[in-house]
């Protein structure tokens, strides 16, 4: 597939608007272990080959292990690989990038206050709205992945 538009050079406010929301993110509390595997399981929904190749290459410069990326799809079969932590943060990130199945359920957003304060909570959720921004543009774009 080619490119279809660049939204960078054709609608650049647009496109400064979601690097401001991806500057916003480099300073939430989420390490960048926690912020990486929201990106990828979020890509692995949408389907998002060039922000998977982005994510799962940065996941490992952070030191994620590649066992735990190729098992990632699949963490509710293998939570002894997860911490209960990171089994909400996927959670979240598959109920609300799946917002029209049923959202973000009771059950979870109470397991997420378990283990994180509003504030937290509120950068997981922004975390997670903007790594399907990004997929959104990404995939409707048919952003190049580098080789």
């Known amino acids: 597939m080619s490119a279809r ?9 647009a496109y400064k608007a979601m690097l401001g929301l991806e500057g916003y993110l480099q300073t ?10 929201i990106k990828i399981r979020a890509s692995q929904i949408n389907k998002c080959a060039f922000c998977l190749d ?11 292990t ?4 190729f098992i990632l799809n699949g963490w509710r079969e293998a939570k002894d690989f997860f911490t209960e932590e990171e089994q909400v943060l996927l959670a979240m990130t ?12 009771e059950e979870t957003f109470q397991k997420a206050k378990q283990y994180f304060d509003e504030a937290a909570i509120a950068q997981i959720i922004m975390a997670i709205v903007t790594i399907n921004a990004w997929n959104r543009i990404a995939v409707s774009t048919h952003m190049d992945i580098p080789k």
């Open 54 to 64: 982005m994510h799962t290459k940065d996941a490992l410069k952070y030191g994620e």
């Open 28 to 37: 939430i509390s989420l390490n960048h272990i926690q912020k990486e595997l």
């Open 94 to 105: 598959e109920e609300i990038t799946l917002i029209s199945d049923k959202g973000l359920t």
């Open 5 to 13: 538009l660049n939204i960078a050079s054709v609608d650049s406010a």
């Open 66 to 69: 590649t066992q735990r990326i």
